[in-house]
């Protein structure tokens, strides 16, 4: 038999592990987080059980599925070959979840809904735990309570990361979480520390989660929304995914007050998470003043509310300016921060509204928190350094340094977010035209792409706000479903996975 190709990494005594050995520790923590997922359906088989809503018996082959999956990967690799997880181990282990647990996922909706195929249901599980929204799924109001609650609470999930959970667990395993943290958080300053344990940081961010998401079902209740509406909303706005139990979204309430909340917890949310953990700790609204995306994502939500108001006014999209701003303030919150809900086809309205919203939706959410997108504070380096190589070019022996708030952004983390960018847009270029090729119409394969990249959910032309990504098809499907992925994992999490440096010594 042939051997195992000897990779990095020297296991006890010196000698270099096997692609066994170096995997075998991944597997083990892959097996908990299964587990942990498998827990987690719990919670809609119970609501499925006290509604007698007939879905129970999914739920439950749900949670055996991953249960005894999660048990079989962990008991066979407990034990063995036990180390400290490398900074390669965290990629592999995050891609790993990302793509196995939407599988454990679909279970429930291939039983419960009729002629629903397996693209269709991943894409569906990977929209929710990728906290995207787009869905592919029509006749939302009719579906049992407990789906669109397993639904909401995949993106509740998936907006923080599991793997954030897991994290905070993993110390009584023996197993350091400190890399898997880096490896999940999103954004270049995933390496800030809020506290010494990582462990600590976060149970901490986990705390802030639950708090905003509570407070958030409460106000939604107190406008006027029903009590497992207010809670599945809840879930959506603060994980940014816009997955609504309504055809419709927001347009089924038809309620400013409601709106209104949508708006106030989006931005919230769209704001880095330690800043929000900072404050509590004892900072106050000084946390948010000191950042250096807080201000930035509140000044361009409100130029581009005034914007987009202001122009669907002059275009006699809405007779009266109140009305124009109040659509406006909710889409550009909305789309801009990844969260995909609508109360309007804003398709519909003068190309330039749609085409700057889906502008939005690559930068204005912060890193750190749970929307999608490139990222303001990669957005605010790049334009840094696009002015300092400006100023080069008339001073050329200069000596000239990217400061952001006063702070100066090292050269690595400036290549580092170049880098990005170059497989950003070379992943945009890639996937529209893999659409194109399939058929698609241009406005719908850029608009496809650009959702899904930046885990936004609904686009434009078939996959819009009053439409769905059923029209597509398997393979079209499947291209989104993967440039969610890696949107979701910012890119680097996954490509790496595909580099021959990776797996040799």
């Not at 009584?172 to 943290?181: A, E, H, K």
């Not at 847009?425 to 850029?446: E, F, N, R, Y």
């Amino acid at each position: 038999m042939r051997r195992l190709k000897r990779i990095v990494l020297p296991a006890a005594g010196g000698r270099p592990l096997t692609l066994y050995e170096r995997v075998a520790p991944v597997l083990s923590v892959l097996g908990v987080v299964l587990m942990i997922f498998g827990g987690s359906i719990a919670i809609p088989w119970a609501v499925s059980r006290a509604t007698n809503d007939g879905a129970q018996g999914s739920y439950v082959e749900a949670i055996v599925a991953s249960l005894v999956a999660g048990l079989v990967l962990y008991l066979g690799t407990r034990g063995r070959h036990r180390r400290e997880i490398q900074p390669r181990d965290g990629f592999l282990l995050v891609a790993l979840v990302w793509t196995v647990l939407p599988a454990f996922a679909t279970i429930p909706l291939l039983a419960q809904i009729p002629g629903l195929s397996f693209t269709d249901a991943y894409f569906e599980c990977v929209s929710g735990l990728t906290a995207s929204g787009g869905t592919a799924l029509t006749g939302l109001d009719a579906l049992p309570l407990s789906i669109n609650l397993w639904r909401s609470l995949m993106i509740w999930m998936g907006g923080m990361g599991i793997i954030v959970l897991a994290v905070a667990i993993l110390p009584l395993l023996g197993v350091g979480g400190s890399q898997l943290f880096r490896a999940e958080m999103a954004g270049p300053m995933k390496d800030t520390r809020l506290t010494p344990r990582i462990e600590e940081t976060a149970k901490g961010l986990w705390f802030v989660y639950f708090i905003l998401t509570a407070a958030c079902a409460a106000c939604y209740a107190a406008a006027g929304m029903g009590t497992a509406d207010a809670v599945m909303h809840a879930f959506t706005t603060v994980g940014l995914g816009g997955f609504s139990s309504h055809d419709a979204s927001f347009a089924h309430f038809d309620s400013p007050l409601v709106e209104a909340v949508a708006v106030i917890f989006m931005l919230m949310s769209a704001i880095n998470f330690t800043v929000h953990f900072l404050a509590i700790r004892g900072q106050g609204p000084m946390a948010y003043a000191r950042d250096p995306e807080a201000k930035r994502v509140a000044f361009w939500a409100g130029a581009a509310t005034f914007m987009v108001g202001m122009h669907l006014w002059g275009q006699g999209t809405y007779d009266d300016l109140a009305t124009a701003m109040r659509h406006a303030v909710f889409h550009v919150v909305s789309v801009g921060t990844t969260t995909g809900y609508s109360a309007a086809d804003y398709a519909q309205w003068p190309v330039f509204a749609p085409a700057l919203l889906l502008f939005l939706s690559c930068f204005l959410a912060s890193a750190g928190s749970t929307g999608g997108g490139i990222k303001m504070i990669r957005a605010v380096v790049l334009f840094r350094q696009a002015l300092r190589e400006l100023t080069r070019i008339v001073h050329p022996n200069a000596v000239v340094q990217v400061k952001v708030d006063g702070r100066v952004i090292e050269n690595s983390l400036i290549f580092a977010v170049l880098a990005y960018m170059l497989m950003y847009g070379g992943t945009v270029i890639v996937a529209m035209m893999m659409l194109m090729a399939s058929g698609l119409d241009i406005v719908t394969a850029v608009s496809a792409v650009l959702a899904s990249i930046n885990n936004m959910g609904p686009g434009l032309g078939l996959v819009g706000p009053a439409s769905t990504y059923a029209p597509l098809t398997d393979f079209q499907t499947w291209v989104c479903t993967a440039t969610m992925l890696l949107g979701r994992l910012e890119l680097f999490a996954i490509v790496v996975l595909f580099t021959p440096a990776f797996w040799r010594k």
